[in-house]
């Protein structure tokens, strides 16, 4: 059932990910939980410290820049990085907006 879920979702065209989060099957080859998990943090929440203290230590984690596009930050790093096992953000938000 995963497996033919996660097919049908990496067959699903690009333009419905416009981050590129779904690049290539490569990103998908460890479900044992041995990759990373990475999370993206507004270094502005009220628990910024609490909530960073108690990850776990492998999670690569990324304060966001306040003054850039949180999107677009979140994109590049991405685009960069090796694949992990999931994404985390941690942000301020309003309705229909993310800060």
């Given amino acids: 059932m995963v497996t033919s879920l996660l097919t049908k979702t990496l067959s699903a065209p690009s333009s419905l990910f416009p981050l590129g989060l779904f690049k290539s099957r490569d990103m998908y080859h460890d479900i044992s939980g041995k990759l990373p998990e990475m999370v993206f943090i507004d270094p502005s929440l009220p628990d910024y ?11 690569l984690i990324h304060p966001l820049d306040p003054e850039q596009d949180s999107l ?18 941690y942000s301020q938000a309003g309705q229909f907006t993310f800060y």
């Fill in 72 to 89: 677009q930050q979140i994109r590049t790093i991405l685009e960069k990085s090796d694949p992990v096992s999931a994404v985390h953000v």
């Fill in 49 to 59: 410290a609490h909530i960073v203290a108690n990850m776990k230590p492998d999670t």
